[in-house]
């Protein structure tokens, strides 16, 4: 069987690994007409190549709402299996359209050197030229048990932090930023470029998650410049880890450092908080724990409106 009219495809409903190959079928056998993709974004690392040569068959497909970059390769490869259509006479002024998936994405200050966005800036200079429109949906797994958000990496120690370079990419960013429900705060180390303030505003956010809170010092990593009335509006919910990113156990448990301190400057400013959450929390420090989060003193979280309230001690360590 063959669809030698169909110009345009929707797949809705459940979509996992197991579609992928089924999805690729239907492209190649749709080649020669389709024009327009729209499918569930579904992290499929495994047969992603197999995807993209799919893509590469259609010669007048312009529009793919869905892919899900998981890897810098992907960028790349997407790019050549679109640009040797796009290039041809019949394609080459005409609209066209990608909607990515973000939730691999969504880490700044973007330094990093093996993640997806080290080809995205190439990427998105290149759609730009050749008349493509690049959006962005955020999309979490709700079955994944590790909250899957906006990362604001601050946990490595830096000589001095860098300032945003304006572009294409920090355009994504701010869309990014503008989608997420879960913002996660990995302190530790040297806190973002006071130039990112202008990029970082989560109108959507209903949660947010600090990581790394192991001393005073780590507290030096939360960006103070997430204080404003447009910043964090919606949060509800909070989370704060005394322990590393990715659940390394600190042997002894978490402190919670006495006075002001980056982390207070922000939490001071949610006005709608009523979930509070402190893991790995030692026995001894409760007391320094509340009056951080302002449940006795009304100073920093706003007591009326906390309704759940949960201290979680620290793992315990295996004795071998």
């Known amino acids: 069987w063959k669809f030698p009219k169909l110009t345009t495809l929707r797949v809705y409903g459940f ?25 569930p974004p579904y992290r499929c690392s495994n ?8 893509f590469g068959r259609c010669r007048k497909l312009v529009s793919i709402s869905g892919f899900f970059p998981w890897a810098s390769a992907d960028f790349e490869s997407l790019r050549k299996a679109l640009e040797k259509n796009w290039n041809k006479p019949e394609n080459k002024d005409a609209s ?8 691999a994405l969504v880490d700044v200050p973007l330094t990093f050197s093996d993640g997806p966005s080290t080809k995205l ?39 001095r932090a860098l300032p945003v370079v304006e572009g294409l990419l920090t355009r994504a960013v701010r869309q990014w930023a503008s989608m997420t429900e879960v913002v996660i705060i990995q302190c530790g180390g040297t806190a973002l470029h006071r130039s990112w303030a202008r990029q970082l505003q989560f109108p959507k956010a209903r949660k947010l998650t600090v990581t790394g809170v192991t001393s005073a010092e780590a507290l030096g990593g939360v960006p103070d410049f997430l204080t404003g009335d447009y910043d964090l509006p919606r949060v509800t919910e ?34 709608g908080v009523s979930s509070l959450s402190v893991y790995g929390c030692h ?23 906390l309704r759940e309230i949960d ?3 620290p793992f315990e360590l295996s004795q071998s």
């Not at 979509?15 to 499918?39: G, M, N």
């Not at 066209?96 to 939730?103: C, D, F, G």
């Not at 156990?249 to 301190?261: C, H, M």
């Open 15 to 39: 979509f996992d690994y197991e579609s992928i190959p089924h999805l690729c079928e239907v492209i190649k056998r749709a080649a020669p007409t389709l024009t327009h993709l729209e499918y």
């Open 47 to 54: 047969d992603i190549d197999k995807l993209i040569s799919a």
């Open 96 to 103: 066209k359209k990608l909607v990515l998936e973000a939730r």
């Open 121 to 159: 800036s190439g990427f998105l200079e290149w759609a730009e030229t050749s008349k493509c429109e690049v959006t962005w949906t955020f999309t979490p797994d709700r079955d994944c048990e590790i909250d899957e958000g906006f990362t604001i990496d601050c946990e490595e120690a830096y000589v």
């Open 238 to 271: 909070v989370q704060i880890e005394m322990r590393k990113p990715w659940g390394r156990p600190n042997a002894r448990g978490g402190r919670v450092p006495f006075g002001t301190n980056n982390l207070t400057r922000v939490l001071s400013t949610l006005p």
């Open 283 to 305: 026995h001894d420090s409760l007391t320094q724990a509340v009056a951080m989060c302002g449940v006795a003193s009304g100073g920093v979280v706003d007591h009326v409106h």
């Open 311 to 313: 201290f979680l001690p």
